[in-house]
């Protein structure tokens, strides 16, 4: 019978059963087939096989050793699949084209950690252990919000990112696009908002006050056809992503390229990190923008979901203008908490007429609830609680277990240093659904996500050191159901390093910083 602890599966499936004999080894004759729904999936799986192995690995009949199809009466669940490997060959079945999708991320697992380098070392045999795996997620909403506003990231960044999730059976990007410091999506009808709002003069360096500089100019977008291709790759991979344009606060970028959208004039694109008091007006020509913007983004992004922010808006400039304060009598709001309330309404009932659901950070509880909206709770977990008792769908992101810009240690040479600790360990054992929900409302918990702001973190290097393996962990946490235990993960964690590695992802070691400095080719960020 074969070994399968040799194959630390992350995340962990929910059945797990090890057959007899000796598995299939993968040779030059090697067929693949698939019915038309799980096509996809065969590419990918070629593809990335292919280029490990030096196998052809060329498509077949039905007689295939390694055959993938789809079968929405086999059981299994939504995103569910089964993988049977035995001598005569390896069949993934999929509840939908999800299911086969990570039946066959399971399988590449199975194999060396080879099998994620980009080119054959020649020393591999590609052997498939005899297993019969039962599977599917725990959460429909398997999210990583990466933050591209602060510090841009290019597009091969943002696709590489999506690989190494579809890798872990994550199913949404939340791309953070607008901030204080840059506007980082074209729109058609707003040129200056990447001629103008996508560069600031030099960044923050630190956490420190006072703040210092670097004095480096930086910026960059993503033109319209860039997003089309990140959109359609991530759909290749059964990964949704949701566009965040945060609304009303940090909008200091927008406001220097359309001056007239605020309450203060002209000012600078946003150089400095933390919570500003530059905040759009609320008047019909304010609104009108939110919603040409929107109006192009729903062209963009065909998933369901768009994030509208809503987080950290000061109120000081609504106190003192006269356009908000009338615009608070006409509407019959009691303060400006409802009329933050009131402009995030009138873009929910917009992305509704499209079709749309509208999310935001937890303060759109504040002053009124919008209809139909999502709530992403990161202030804890009580904004996800209230609004689940509220009849509304949650994903739960609370920052003490969530947030992976945070320190890994307290060792003083840990290279990002701010935010509180959270260790793998941290990650893994916070239970997404919080207590004395009843079963009805739990199930307004559509799933959990982490999130990765990039203040200080401003190389693909440093970005690889934050994610993993707190991802790793947060990816088990998601799909697996059952009960967690880190001592029993962390062994299968430390064996799926060797994965991380094969794929050339900088991670943290488990031991600490030091080790990091030390590894053959690195000598430093970069």
Known sequence: MPDISAHPLVPRPAQ???????????????????????????????????????????????????????????????????????GEGAIVVGTDPAGVFYGAQTLRQLLPAAAYRKAPLGQARWTLPAVRITDAPRFRWRGMMLDVARHFAPKREVMRCIDLMAMHKLNVLHLHLTDDQGWRIEIRRYPRLTEAASWRTQSQVGAGKPPVFDGRPHGGFYTQDDIREIVAYAAARHI??????????????????????????????????????????????????????????????????????????????????????????????????????????????????????????????????????????????????????????????????????????????????VGTLLRPEDVYLAEPVPQGLTEEEAEHVLGAQVNVWTEHIDTPRRLDYMLFPRLSAFAEKVWSSGPRDYAEFEPRLRGHLARLDAAGVEYRPLEGPRPWHTRPGVQGWG
Request: contains cysteine.
């Open 16 to 86: 797990t059963v090890p057959g007899e004999g000796e598995g299939l080894t993968l040779t030059a004759s090697t067929r693949m087939s698939a019915d038309p729904e799980a096509r996809g999936t065969l590419m990918w799986l070629q593809r990335e096989l292919g280029a490990a192995t030096g196998l052809p690995l060329a498509s077949g009949d039905e007689a295939s050793e390694i055959r993938l199809s789809v079968d929405p009466r086999a059981g299994l669940g939504r995103e569910g699949y089964r993988l049977i490997v035995d």
């Open 240 to 417: 949704t992503v949701v566009p965040e344009i945060d609304v009303p606060g940090h909008t200091q970028a927008a406001i220097h390229a359309y001056p007239e959208l605020g309450e203060a004039g002209q000012i600078p694109v946003g150089t400095q990190w933390g919570i500003f008091d530059e905040v759009l007006s609320v008047t019909d020509e304010a609104l009108e923008f939110c919603r040409n913007v929107l109006d192009e983004v729903v062209e963009l992004f065909p998933g369901p979901y768009v994030h509208v922010g809503g987080d950290e808006c000061p109120k000081d400039q609504w106190r003192k203008s006269e356009s908000a304060q009338r615009r608070i009598e006409e509407e019959g709001l009691a303060d400006e908490d409802e009329l933050q309330s009131w402009f995030v309404r009138r873009l929910g009932e917009h992305l509704a007429s499209h079709g749309r659901r509208l999310v935001g950070w937890d303060e759109i509880l504040e002053g009124g609830l919008a209809p139909g909206a999502t709530v992403m709770s990161w202030r804890g977990e009580e904004g996800g609680i209230a609004a689940a008792r509220a009849g509304h769908d949650v994903v739960m992101s609370p920052t003490a277990t969530s947030y992976l810009d945070y320190r890994q240690s307290d060792a003083e040479d840990e290279p990002v240093k």
